[in-house]
């Protein structure tokens, strides 16, 4: 049974460009959260897909944006790239409800130049 | 809004000894806890977690976590540390009314062993 898997596993681009992160949850699960990771911090909550519909977003500005396509697998956009977007990007899957655990995928590790 | 606090940001432990990471949140009321364990290059693995009932619970790798209303705290204990052990740890907090979704993370303590 495959886990989270996320692509590509690095990036690097410069700034103003966008970039389209991806994941595959893992199997049997419906909800995808996705969090940025900065460098020496925890992760931090960017938003959550339950029924291809962003159900509850944390506090990051509209450049950032996803999708969530009837497979359940899920997209992370980011336009408009700062140097301060460099960060590990981690994808989260669940079944949905209380009670059930958040599985993590590797992460996409994005540096902007 | 919730918070959590992880007080050591770096811990040596010798190859054996017992280990304490140390984690404090903010919450209104009694919110869901986790500790993750993140290795290099890895994404975070879920080590235990709490949502009711007994107050110390058990989780992989011989890991268990205690949970304190009084102290709001959630500390997490292994009775003799092995080598691949060390790794980066992070306690987190989510609210009982979505569930498990949406986690807030604490900055992580990086656990060093020495033989």
């Known amino acids: 049974d495959a886990g989270v898997t996320q692509s590509p596993t690095h990036l690097i681009k410069t700034r103003g460009q966008q970039v389209t992160l991806r994941c595959s949850p893992k199997?049997?699960?419906?909800?995808v959260s996705w969090y940025q990771q900065a460098l020496g911090q925890g992760p931090q909550f960017i938003f959550q897909y339950y029924e291809e519909e962003e159900r509850q977003r944390g506090n990051f500005p509209d450049r950032f944006s996803g999708h969530q396509f009837p497979n359940y697998s899920s997209e992370l956009n980011v336009n408009a790239l700062l140097l301060g977007d460099s960060a590990l990007y981690l994808c989260?899957?669940?079944?949905?409800?209380?009670?059930?655990?958040?599985?993590f995928g590797p992460g996409t590790r994005l540096l902007v130049l | 809004a919730q918070s959590v606090t992880q007080p050591d940001i770096h811990i040596t432990v010798s190859e054996g000894a017992s280990l304490e990471l140390r984690c404090n949140y903010s919450?209104?009321?009694?919110?869901?806890l986790f500790w993750y364990v993140q290795s290099p290059g890895q994404g975070l693995q879920l080590l235990l977690k709490y949502f009711s009932g007994d107050t110390l619970v058990q989780g992989i790798k011989g890991f268990e976590a205690e949970f304190k209303r009084s102290q709001s705290s959630f500390n997490l204990r292994k009775p003799s540390v092995h080598w691949s052990d060390a790794a980066e740890y992070f306690c987190?907090?989510?609210?009982?009314?979505?569930?498990?979704?949406?986690?807030?993370f604490g900055t992580g303590t990086r656990l060093t062993i020495i033989p």
């Open positions: 987190a907090v989510g609210e009982p009314n979505f569930g498990n979704e949406k986690l807030t």
């Open positions: 989260a899957s669940s079944s949905k409800g209380p009670g059930e655990t958040q599985y």
């Open positions: 199997s049997g699960h419906d909800t």
């Open positions: 919450y209104g009321a009694t919110p869901y």
